[in-house]
């Protein structure tokens, strides 16, 4: 049988932007009382993310040269990211400028992850080695599971 295929955090990064994509597509398309619960998915996927990109992924671009240069500008698009996840999660999803913000979201979260896979992962591939890269990923799996009850908390409050 084969072995589990280890992966690499660059892969792992990649599969989340996806997935929160496909939630941005999901909300557009919604209606009425789904609209809320694709919101929280979002907030959750798009928290859990950011959280675990900081603790995993982040510090170990402030190693290398090729890298640091990028990690003030994408932990301010977080900090954006965050602001206005936090708005929308204080408004009433009938509030007419509701799926206005929502799309302001998406257009925030969209420049970032293009950002992040262009610039910032050629950087990566220039200075970290494919074994790097998968023990990356497994500080990525771990640090994810590690926040995710505080992220489920947030959501909660
Ligand atoms: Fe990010
Ligand atoms: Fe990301």
Redesign the pocket.
Known sequence: MAKAKATDILSLIEAEHRQVEQLFTQIEKAKGNKIPSYFQEIYKALNL??RT?ELAFYPALREYEETQEYIEE?EE??EDVSVLLEEIKAMKPNDPEFLEKISELKQAVQH?VEE?ESEIFDAVRECMSEEQLTALGEEFKKAKAKLEPDVEAALAQ
């Open positions: 993310h950011a990109e994408a698009e977080h970032h992040e």
